[in-house]
């Protein structure tokens, strides 16, 4: 009996020390475990916990230091006291490629930085050549205001020039890209959308709504010489957080003529070229849903497949986000009323209710989610009432189809009409702060206070779910956004629209998930789902508002596996 006890001491014994050595001998076996953070679950309860262990890509378990204990870990990362949470879920978003005739004038603070940029372009192309870009904001310039097409003759004066505004609802050309347009001071304005006029009548350089007038003489660049800029877009996404995203305009024109395909090259994005991409690396890029550009009723109908084809990597979704409206850095979003100092204009509709309407209804026979643009207050409950329409017509369970933007706030009954028809709202909270200054252009009283309204729709029972449209990208202006209601001047616009942080975190995790049948899957840290997860330099939840702009994504990981790792990251 005395030895006996003398053995199992020693064994006790055995067992400590082995802990204290950090070999644990009876363990489940786990790939890796995350401990010694501020986990926040997202869960139905918004619970907070310190580790999570992950198998296989997914989530096995979520809790404290017995984790430890109760887990043998491949490997480990002490968290060492940061926030641990879902991934973002981006629910509507641009992919950029970078083709080798584009500049990045999202980087030019003023018009002679982006003169610069166009005349080094130029140099390297050589004459004749197009310098394309996209991203410029006249709010970054220090000129404040739009480049002209005189700007831009005298950067490049022997190259057409064409730069898209962040948003793409804008457009800047030279002289050589207005003549080979056939642009002059009588040429109408295009149908939705605008040319903008000097002091002289002649076109000032700028384009609303209808940029394709110069973008189509662009020549394309290859699928192959667009692939790597795709690739390293696509990895960016990691380095914010985003584990999730759905791309919002990719297009079927390369597909098989008989499948919905058309002749010659697409003009953007292929569902096609993703396939390929993600068939090749889809463990290092983040999830990916499609939006389908709607390609006419003939074209779909070949189509093979709809909404929700693929795998966990890379599906299909909604057809959109073709829009019924434009957009405020046009500005031609479609209003109630008359835009502020501008009477007589309400916007453009870019269709008509008849063609949206058999949008809709072909779209949706086919099985497919919907997903329309639409921005301003009037083309807000226009579309409502086409979804009430084909929805009350031919009644769909669980159809989450939704609208893209639902930037203004529209009347009462639209809203509980979204509420009564499950028809959720993609929001991006984060144009509050980058179009602060177009929205004090053109809009004033309630609907200027409550532009990108996201606590009122809640407040009615739409359903909502957070992303950027690229302006920025980044969700922590997004955030940012719709817990301070705060534009980038610091100015406070409806401070009742204001969410909780544990809400913005919500609405960018667990309830963005839904907008693709994903809430069993991702979105939050439970048992069960996928390990898309990211650790934050400050806690979102405790940090001062100012300082949530500055936060910094230490990791990334997807699907168990790390993807990203900030180069000034201690984990």
Not at 2 to 14: C, E, S, T, V
Not at 172 to 191: C, D, M, Q, W, Y
Not at 419 to 441: I, S
Not at 535 to 562: F, M, N, Q, W, Y
Request: contains cysteine; glycine residues 10%; hydrophobic residues 40%.
């Amino acid at each position: 009996m005395m030895q006996r006890k003398i053995r199992g001491r020693r064994l006790a014994g055995w067992g400590v020390a082995a802990l204290l050595c950090g070999v644990v001998y009876a363990g489940e076996p786990v790939d890796l475990l995350l401990f010694n953070g501020k986990v926040v679950t997202v869960d139905s309860k918004f619970s907070i916990r310190s580790a999570v262990a992950v198998k296989d890509g997914r989530i096995v378990a979520v809790g404290g230091p017995e984790l430890a204990k109760r887990y043998t870990p491949v490997s480990s990362i002490d968290l060492k006291g940061r926030m641990l949470m879902p991934g973002f879920i981006d629910t509507h978003l641009h992919l950029k490629g970078l083709s080798h005739r584009d500049i990045d004038p999202s980087r030019a603070r003023s018009i002679k930085e982006l003169q610069a940029m166009v005349a080094a372009k130029a140099r390297e192309l050589g004459p004749g050549e197009w310098v394309t870009g996209y991203g410029w904001d006249e709010a970054a310039l220090a000129e404040k205001r739009n480049p002209t097409r005189a700007d831009l003759d005298q950067a490049a004066p022997d190259n057409p020039v064409v730069l898209v505004r962040a948003g793409a609802h804008s457009a800047v050309g030279n002289s050589r890209a207005f003549s080979l347009a056939h642009i002059t001071a009588a040429t109408p304005n295009p149908e939705g959308g605008l040319i903008e006029h000097d002091a002289a009548g002649n076109p000032g350089g700028i384009i609303r709504e209808r940029t394709y007038l110069l973008l189509d003489l662009v020549p394309p660049d290859t699928p192959a010489q667009m692939r790597p800029s795709y690739i390293q877009s696509l990895k960016s996404l990691l380095g914010l957080g985003i584990t999730s995203f759905m791309e919002a305009f990719t297009a079927i024109d390369d597909e098989p003529p008989d499948q919905g395909g058309i002749k010659g090259p697409p003009s953007f994005h292929t569902w096609r070229e993703f396939q390929s991409i993600y068939a090749e690396l889809g463990p290092e890029l983040p999830r990916m849903t499609a939006y389908i550009a709607y390609p006419g009723a003939a074209r779909l109908k070949a189509f093979p497949h709809h909404t929700g084809y693929g795998d966990d990597r890379l599906k299909l979704g909604p057809i959109g986000e073709n829009p019924y409206d434009g957009g405020f850095t046009g500005p031609t979003a479609l209003t109630k009323e008359d835009y502020k100092g501008m009477p007589g204009f309400r916007g453009k509709a870019l269709m008509t209710p008849e063609q949206a309407q058999e949008m809709v209804h072909t779209a949706a026979s086919l099985g497919w989610q919907l997903g329309i643009h639409a921005i301003g207050d009037a083309a807000i409950e226009t579309m409502t009432g086409i979804y009430d329409k084909e929805l009350a017509a031919h009644p769909r369970q669980d159809h989450r189809w939704f609208l893209a933007h639902l930037t203004m706030i529209p009347s009462v009954a639209t809203m509980q009409t979204l509420a009564r028809d499950h028809v959720y709202a993609a929001v991006q909270p984060n144009f509050l702060y980058n179009l602060e200054g177009r929205y004090e252009q053109t809009l004033d009283g309630y609907r200027l206070q409550h532009i990108n309204p996201v606590a009122t729709p809640l407040h009615y029972g739409v359903q909502l779910a957070f992303g950027s449209d690229n302006l920025p990208i980044g969700p922590l202006v997004g955030l940012y956004a719709a817990i301070t209601r705060k534009g980038s001047d610091g100015r406070v616009f409806g401070a009742d629209e204001a969410v909780s942080r544990a809400e913005a975190i919500r609405l960018y995790t667990r309830d963005a998930a839904y907008l693709a049948w994903d809430e069993h899957k991702k979105g939050s840290i439970e048992p069960g789902k996928f390990a898309d997860l990211i650790v934050l330099d400050h806690d979102l939840l405790t940090v001062p508002a100012s300082e949530i702009l500055k936060t910094r994504v230490d990791l990334t990981i997807v699907g168990g596996k790390v993807v990203y790792r900030a180069p000034a990251s201690q984990l």
